[in-house]
Each structure stands twice: as C-alpha cells, then as structure tokens.
C-alpha cells in the first residue's frame, strides 16, 4: 500500500512538472495530492489501523474520482478537460485502485479475525476446570 501511494504521488509530482502547474485551480491541487500521498504513505509504512487505512483509501478513491471526472464531465472538472489517458495516468489510476483493494483487503482480515467460530473472540477467558485426581 505504502508504494501504490509513492506511485500515486510521484506520477502527480511528474504531471505537475509536465505543464499541469500552469492549471489555475488544477495545479495546486496536484502538489497536494504529492504532499497528501507523500505524508499517507509515511504514515501507513510506520503503522496500519483503520484511521490510517481509510485515510489512504478515502485519498486513493478522491484523486481516482477527480482523474474520471475531468475525463467523463463535458465541461472537466475545474473547467479542465482531460482527453485520454497516458501512461503516467493510467499508472496512477491502477495505483489508486491497488490502494483501495488493498485496504478492502486489510478490512476483511481485521474484521474476520475478531470473529471466532462459535461467537467466542480473542482474549475471552476460558474457564478451567480441574479433575478431582490432581487437587
């Protein structure tokens, strides 16, 4: 998860500097995009919970909406219209994806680990109890 959110920052970092910095509204979103991914994918490879995996899935999700939207809207989004993919899109756009199936992943194992056949969860006390031969 930690390098689909590197991929995902360096591809807007590579765009920015490709010309999309000369976007009015566009441009400055992107080198927030690079500094969000930078600092998600610092903080996922310190730790995982589910502040910091739904944080980098909620980024992940966002940046691949904004991505179709500015290719489907008629007018772009910010009045930018994208035209096709290129690779550095389509690379992000995978990435972004990676980011959002891996989480859903991470939240499946977390929640069916807390769920034990029979109803019983980690750290239940079990009672024991001692045969009468060894008292």
């Not at 919970?49 to 991505?67: D, I, K, R, S």
């Not at 972004?96 to 750290?123: Q, T």
Request: glycine share 12%; proline share 3%.
């Amino acid at each position: 998860m930690t390098i689909l959110l590197l991929v995902v920052g360096i591809v807007h970092l590579h765009l920015w500097l490709n010309g999309y910095r000369m976007l009015p509204t566009i441009g400055p979103l992107f080198i927030v995009a690079v500094v969000a991914s930078g600092s998600i994918a610092l903080t996922t490879s310190v730790q995982v919970n589910w502040v910091t995996a739904m944080t980098a899935a909620g980024f992940a999700f966002g940046t691949l909406a904004a991505n179709i939207l500015s290719l489907l809207l008629p007018q772009g989004l910010f009045e930018f219209r994208e035209v096709g993919i290129s690779y550095a899109g389509g690379l992000a756009m995978a990435s972004e994806v990676g980011v959002v199936v891996l989480v859903s992943l991470w939240a499946r194992g977390r929640v069916r680990s807390r769920r034990r056949p029979g109803g019983r969860r980690f750290g239940h006390r079990t009672r024991t109890v001692r045969c009468c031969s060894h008292r």
